[in-house]
């Protein structure tokens, strides 16, 4: 770490123990902001040590729907997200009220919401699912007729996994992932025949289909520390390879796409942390009655998985 680094990150250390903080970041974040984090991990992880913490105070580095996640999970704590506009594309990519009028067309659907989406969405969702479990939770629905909003790639993964359902899927999209071609893969893969294939389940299907691996970013994580992987072409945000490098000493990981980077997931850094903690704000915080609507979708893939 870099000097002017080292003295931010000890200021971290010494406010988070000031104020009984902990700081949960996503997978994609810049590597500084991962290298002061408690914990690292994936949409499903963070929600899951954002459920469980005994800290006052969460820092969320990550995008808003995920500090949203951590209030719905754990009202009586102080959730943080130290830039304020750092939203997902993709879950802006649809409202409340446009799933009420859609859920009107297919009453009989049971309605499964990725994670990327906000409060007020999930609020109207039976089911929430991550990039980890969509396939297992959308195969043990009891129901033949399942919503799946918002990312319609993940919904066609989904569709492809899953037999016996009819799955109606949103026109989102994560405009990071959609972005990898398989252009890109074809090439990497004449450079690094010895290479595995690894990408996200946001990807075009035409991605999916000549990978070796479909996985969330944590099951990336996993993945590249097996034995038998040595090079890994990596298909999804580039931030992920800073925390792979760390792990696995000595094995190359190759970005798929260098343009592959999610601008509000870098909007978040060092000094913004510092500033949080010191002011305790930005605080995210989900208004009850809507709170109350969208912990069922949440705790009962919390459940499950
Ligand atoms: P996971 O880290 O849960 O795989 O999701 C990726 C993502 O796009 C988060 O915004
Ligand atoms: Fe949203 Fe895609 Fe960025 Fe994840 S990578 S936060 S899905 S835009």
Redesign the pocket.
């Given at each position: 770490m870099e000097s002017s680094n080292a003295g931010l990150a000890d200021k971290i250390q010494s406010l988070k123990r000031e104020k009984n903080a902990i700081i949960l970041a996503h997978n994609?974040q810049l590597g500084e902001v991962q290298d002061v984090a408690d914990f690292v991990g994936d949409s499903l992880e963070l929600s899951q040590q954002a459920a469980r913490t005994q800290a006052e105070v969460i820092v969320f580095c990550g995008?808003h729907f995920m500090a949203e996640t951590a209030s719905i999970l754990s009202p009586d704590k102080i959730v943080l997200l130290p830039e304020v506009n750092a939203g997902?594309?993709?879950?802006n990519m649809i409202t409340a009220e446009k799933l009420r009028q859609k859920k009107k067309e297919l009453p009989q659907a049971t309605v499964v919401s990725y994670i990327?989406t906000t409060a007020a969405v999930k609020a109207e969702s039976d089911l929430c699912c991550t990039s980890t479990n969509a396939v297992d939770l959308v195969a043990g629905l009891e129901n033949e007729q399942i919503l799946f909003v918002p990312d319609k790639y993940l919904g066609l993964y989904v569709s492809s996994r899953v037999k016996g359902k009819k799955i109606t899927l949103w026109p989102g999209f994560?405009?990071?992932?959609a972005g990898i071609k398989p252009g890109h893969i074809l090439k990497l893969k004449k450079e690094y025949p010895l290479a595995k294939v690894v990408v996200h389940p946001?990807c075009r299907p035409e991605v999916i289909e000549i990978a070796d691996e479909v996985l969330s970013t944590g099951g990336m994580c996993r993945y590249a520390k097996l034995e038998g992987v040595t090079q890994m072409i990596v298909g999804t945000?580039i931030g992920i390879i800073h925390r792979m490098q760390k792990e696995n000493p000595g094995k190359l990981f190759i970005p798929v796409f260098k343009q592959a980077v999610?601008p509000?997931?870098k909007m978040i850094t060092l000094d913004k942390i510092i500033r949080s903690l010191e002011t305790l704000s930005p605080e995210v915080k989900v208004p009850e009655d809507i709170r109350v609507k969208a912990i069922g979708a949440v705790n009962r893939m919390l459940e499950i998985c």
């Open positions: 994609y995008v997902c594309p993709m879950a990327n994560c405009p990071v992932h946001e945000e999610c509000t997931m």
